[in-house]
């Protein structure tokens, strides 16, 4: 079955560290792949996508994520978190069935970024 | 920047009472989801809605689950008679077209003591 998977649940860095946040997929043909950012208190927003094309995508807030389809991967990448980083990020994709989609997402890793 | 909106926020309700969780999707858009969130755990898609009906419904979405879109705006869901196990964050989400960007609205808690 379809499936996307987050390895880290749980995160904690200071400001300035480098982030990496795993997501795998574990699906083959057309694959579209979302990272989502939930805010304390706020709703999911989109951080970024990738549909085709260049395997390396950058987002919002100076987040960036690499496709790689050898691996099935697609992690979020940021060279230096700040404190305002602190969310849960949810790795996502959507499932085609019958002309329609739903997304299904991974678990969730929570980011606790401290100064 | 368009957003959906949901209301309320926060549900606290008795068990085996009915609520009603609403949502305004974007204007534009045509196709309706309701997502929960059970805390700790991961989002879990519930219901899709197109053309005012469902296209697509998980094994959660059982019969005390429905969605309508009462007019040409709100989209709603309701749950007949609220179990314990029914207390999650309840977001909803709206698309243009299928596979694309899903945009979502703040949540529901909905607590049900």
């Known amino acids: 079955a379809q499936s996307v998977s987050q390895h880290n649940h749980h995160v904690i860095l200071s400001e300035a560290a480098s982030l990496e946040l795993g997501c795998n997929y574990s699906?083959?043909?057309?694959?579209?792949l979302f990272w989502y950012v939930q805010y304390p208190g706020q709703h999911l927003q989109l951080l970024l996508k990738?549909?085709?094309?260049?395997?390396l995508v950058k987002g919002i807030k100076g987040f960036e994520a690499e496709f790689i389809k050898s691996k099935f991967s697609f992690n979020l990448r940021k060279p230096s978190v700040q404190w305002s980083d602190t969310a849960e990020y949810f790795c996502?994709?959507?499932?085609?069935?019958?002309?329609?989609?739903?997304?299904?997402f991974g678990a969730g890793t929570r980011l606790a970024v401290h100064p | 920047e368009p957003e959906v909106t949901q209301t309320p926020s926060h549900q606290v309700t008795q068990m085996g009472q009915e609520v009603i969780l609403r949502c305004v999707p974007i204007?534009?858009?045509?196709?309706f989801y309701w997502y929960r969130q059970i805390l700790g755990q991961k989002v879990e898609f519930l219901v899709s809605?197109?053309?005012?009906?469902?296209?697509?419904k998980s094994e959660i979405f059982d019969d005390q689950f429905s969605v309508e879109r009462p007019d040409g705006s709100n989209f709603t869901l309701k749950i007949r008679s609220t179990k314990l196990e029914d207390s999650a964050m309840y977001f909803c989400?709206?698309?243009?077209?299928?596979?694309?960007?899903?945009?979502f609205g703040q949540g529901t808690r909905l607590t049900v003591v």
């Open positions: 989400a709206s698309t243009s077209v299928p596979g694309a960007e899903a945009f």
């Open positions: 699906y083959g043909g057309t694959v579209n």
């Open positions: 990738y549909f085709s094309g260049d395997p």
């Open positions: 996502a994709a959507p499932m085609f069935s019958g002309g329609y989609n739903k997304l299904i």
């Open positions: 204007s534009n858009h045509l196709y």
């Open positions: 809605f197109y053309n005012n009906e469902i296209s697509e």
